[in-house]
């Protein structure tokens, strides 16, 4: 964007910051009212849009755009607004950004594409929005367009290529890069094998030991209740778990089983495609989807462990025109997904068990982005926690920006590990300070990411998923429960 646009963008939303209270409180009155409220440039609400001209409406979600009303209160939640100060890095200004592409008053340009780039896409900013705009769903929107009309240089498309469409979808190529990366890690090499696929700052030499063959082998298709049976879930095995964290996968199922849940692994399942949709490959995504539909065929609860898989699959139809017949079926299984600690939570005041030191304490939870901002879950991953802590007879603590995004955000840690690292730096001061020698989580992404931060830093603090923190806490009972491997 030029010099002098930019400087008339700021001075636009130096207005709009002194308007906003008074439109936030009209949206709140037409919200009560049933109304939809658009806003003008100039940020006082109207209910009727300017009409865009010379627009480049394919590159940005026009109409969501206009429930954004100015109002800057998402502006403090903002990781990269934190850590810049500028107002292009904050969610309002990169929805002001989109309008202006889309209403033809500023190119589609380098600086716009970096600045779509730069967002976590954690949706910390839908949480504090008080008119309800969709940021996530106009991200995506947009980062789908750039990614189908800007010129990529032939490295990041050959490596968009292994990842997205050889890699991630087909478990077999997945396990054959782990187990390669795993002897690599063993001899040595790994940081230079890895070198031209990440920058130098994406810290390749404390990423966690790829495991064992043992704990990365597939889960057995079914695993019976344990006592009393109360009911049946499918489960989501994904892509990364299993070759990462299958420790995480084998927790669950033996968690849920112990809990008196059947738990059934359907075959035919692979990546859900969280990850394409996140960076612009709408296509991947819904051919993932499709796969992902045709392998959950059923009315079992789908249970996932993977708060940014199970944030994708419960909007899983919005990859679909209504018109597409997958459009419903999607629609179908989206009701269907449950995250683990909500099915977890609701059994665990039965769970038996003592295991003291088998967690060591204090112990801290930190929200993943896509379970507390995407799926609105906050409490049952603490109910089972304290159960857990109860039963290890250990403490837990409140981590004050528990809600704010690690970095790890998808891939973003390995496109932006200097961006990335910033913002985890902030939350390794405030865990360190907070004296947990546990901290959990409940994504794959972020478990790597403050494994990684937690090496980096020489804290003495431990990372475990809370299935494997109810796992460790009711002991004996639950890993009686352990799966059998598969014939
Ligand atoms: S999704 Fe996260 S990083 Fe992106 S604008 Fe919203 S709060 Fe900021
Ligand atoms: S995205 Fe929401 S919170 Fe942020 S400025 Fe727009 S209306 Fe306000």
Redesign the pocket.
Known sequence: MPRREYARFEARIDRTDRAGADATAEVRARSARGLRAGADAGGSVSTTAATPVGSDRSLVDYAKSLDCIHCGL?LR?????QLTGVESS??RG?IHLMRAVAEGRANADADFAEEMDF???????ESACPAGVR?GEM?EHTRGALAATRPQSLRTRFLRWLGFRVALPHRFALSLAAAGMRAAQSTGLWPAIARPFAPREAGLEHFPKVPSWAERRALPRSTPARGERVGAVAMLEGCVMPQLYGRVNRATVASLAALGFDVHVPAGQTCCGSLHAHNGDVEGARALAKRTIDAFDGELPLVVNSAGCGSHLRALHHLFEPSDPWHARAAALAKRVRDYSEIAATRIATAQGSAAGALAGPLAYDDPCHLCHGQQIRSQPRVLLDAACRAAGIARVELPDSES?CGSAGIYSVLRPADSQAILDVKLATLARSGARTLVTANPGCQLQWEQGIARAGLDVRVLHVAEVVERAFGAGVSAAAPRPRP
Request: charge should be positive; charged fraction near 10%; aromatic fraction near 10%.
């Open positions: 998402c939640t903002c990781p990269t607004y904050s969610p990169r967002c976590l896409l954690c949706r910390h900013c940021f991200m995004c």
